[in-house]
């Protein structure tokens, strides 16, 4: 090696030096490439798990809506806790008995889900972890009397899931939250001493693959000092190779900044979209916590689920399927039934999900309920629906009928019965019609993929 050549390859490793380091703006933030890992997931599963999983009623945001006087809160206390129970007083009974962390990480492997993400905190400010930032109001300290987070991330990782965190940065009766919310965030005691020390406590003794922040929205990100934190993240924190974050940073950051936009809840915009994005939602309609009070109709049936999955991946996005645990730790057999659904479908039809990426188009112009993905040169047409009736067994899509016209070799199959040969098809003025087979042989459930292979 001669010098010229060692200067050439010193440089080079300065650059990328210069290059890893991000400044603490968002410009600078901004030009972070997404870990790949994350979109290739495409499926994760939220858990909503707290001391508002004790009344689980109504929302886990019954502190808030009782404090706030909504009167079917303050109803149910007044009705079913003696005059001076607190808030706090619930810890108490959060009793996790049956909490098996590892059965729960092998119902979400079933699920097909690739990524866990635990509230470590909500708005109510109680840790899932025994942080030193949260004396007394920790799942060790009262409650459970375990590392709730901990367990779950060790049972998690034991499936080859990736485990993340959901963390609120406001808690709604913080006295020194509220302290500095009234100096309207010229002083930041909060921030400073009790938010960023935790998050990074949390980064550090868990190694998160996400941090999915909330609870932002009162105060701007500079008071959060969001950029800052970021940085960190993403230059010098253990997880910097692979951590993926969200957008929710502080007022107007939302669908603005972070690796993945969440936008608002339930973001689902049904076109496809330039930047990385995730579909936040539950499987109970109403709530992200567990309800006692919730019936049958409120939650999400299979179909509605893969309804979801399905034309979020194809227009890019990641869908973050919520369940709400019991006090008692347990995942209830609603849960554990539509996880298995969406699971028994991904086992059949996950190659047309994992690893995806959007197609040129995304749900066909003619046939309603059919969506697209493709990888490398194959196309899949996700059908949300059987043959019409009346169809004759044919299902018609106009998007994917060039792929047919260009190339007359192109052959089409069902996947779960790829083995069973293509099925036959024909072009129309408009539109390719693929010959369905008989539904009483076909293996999966719900939703059908066609897969569409262009052949030389
Ligand atoms: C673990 O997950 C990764 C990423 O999803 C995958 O590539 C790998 O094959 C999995 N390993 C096992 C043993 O399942
Ligand atoms: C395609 O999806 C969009 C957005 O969800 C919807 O407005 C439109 O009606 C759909 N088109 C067809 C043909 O289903
Ligand atoms: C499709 O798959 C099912 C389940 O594996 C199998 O029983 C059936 O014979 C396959 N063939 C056809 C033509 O659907």
Not at 168 to 180: C, F, G, M, T, V
Not at 296 to 308: F, G, H, K
Request: charged residues 20%; proline residues 5%.
């Amino acid at each position: 090696m001669n010098a010229s050549n060692l200067t050439v390859i010193l440089f080079c490793a300065l650059i990328q030096l210069i290059q890893a380091a991000y400044d603490p703006t968002w410009d600078s933030l901004d030009k972070r490439p997404l870990p790949r890992w994350y979109d290739d997931a495409k499926f994760g599963i939220f858990i909503h798990w707290g001391v508002f999983s004790v009344p689980s009623f109504g929302t886990e945001w019954f502190w808030n809506e009782w404090k706030g006087n909504n009167k079917p809160f303050v109803d149910f206390m007044k009705t079913n806790y003696p005059d001076r129970f607190t808030y706090q007083d619930f810890a108490k009974e959060f009793s996790a008995e049956f909490y098996d962390p590892n059965q729960w990480a092998d119902i979400f492997a079933k699920s097909g889900a690739k990524y866990v993400v635990l509230t470590s905190k909500h708005h109510e400010g109680y840790t899932l972890w025994p942080s030193k930032y949260s004396y007394s109001w920790n799942a060790v300290d009262v409650g459970p009397g375990r590392n709730v987070l901990g367990d779950l991330a060790t049972a998690v990782r034991a499936k080859n899931l990736t485990f993340g965190v959901y963390h609120s940065l406001y808690e709604w009766y913080n006295p020194i939250y509220a302290s500095d919310k009234a100096s309207q965030w010229k002083s930041r005691e909060f921030v400073d001493n009790k938010i960023l020390p935790e998050m990074k406590e949390l980064v550090e003794a868990y190694h998160p693959s996400i941090v999915w922040s909330d609870g932002d929205w009162e105060a701007p990100d500079t008071y959060w000092k969001s950029t800052e934190f970021l940085a960190w993240l993403y230059n010098d924190s253990p997880v910097k190779d692979y951590v993926v974050v969200n957008d929710r940073w502080g007022k107007g950051t939302n669908c603005q900044h972070g690796d993945i936009y969440t936008c608002s809840d339930r973001y689902n915009p049904g076109t496809l979209q330039p930047h990385k994005w995730e579909n936040a939602m539950t499987i109970d309609k109403a709530s992200w916590g567990f309800r006692r009070n919730a019936n049958i109709a409120d939650y999400c049936s299979a179909i509605e689920l893969l309804t979801q999955l399905v034309s979020t991946v194809s227009c890019g996005g990641n869908l973050l399927m919520n369940v709400g645990p019991t006090k008692e730790g347990t995942i209830a057999p609603i849960f554990q039934e539509r996880l298995a659904e969406v699971g028994e479908w991904l086992a059949i039809n996950g190659e047309a999900i994992y690893g995806s990426r959007p197609w040129t188009a995304q749900n066909d112009t003619m046939t309603y309920g059919v969506w697209y993905t493709k990888k490398d040169t194959t196309v899949y047409a996700i059908s949300l629906h059987w043959t019409w009736d009346g169809s004759d067994g044919f299902m018609e899509l106009a998007s994917a009928r060039d792929l047919f016209e260009k190339n007359p070799h192109t052959a089409v199959y069902m996947l779960g019965n790829e083995s069973d040969g293509p099925l036959s098809w024909s072009l129309t003025d408009k539109s390719v019609k693929i010959k369905f087979p008989d539904m009483a042989i076909v293996k999966s459930r719900w939703a059908y993929t066609l897969k569409i292979v262009p052949m030389a």
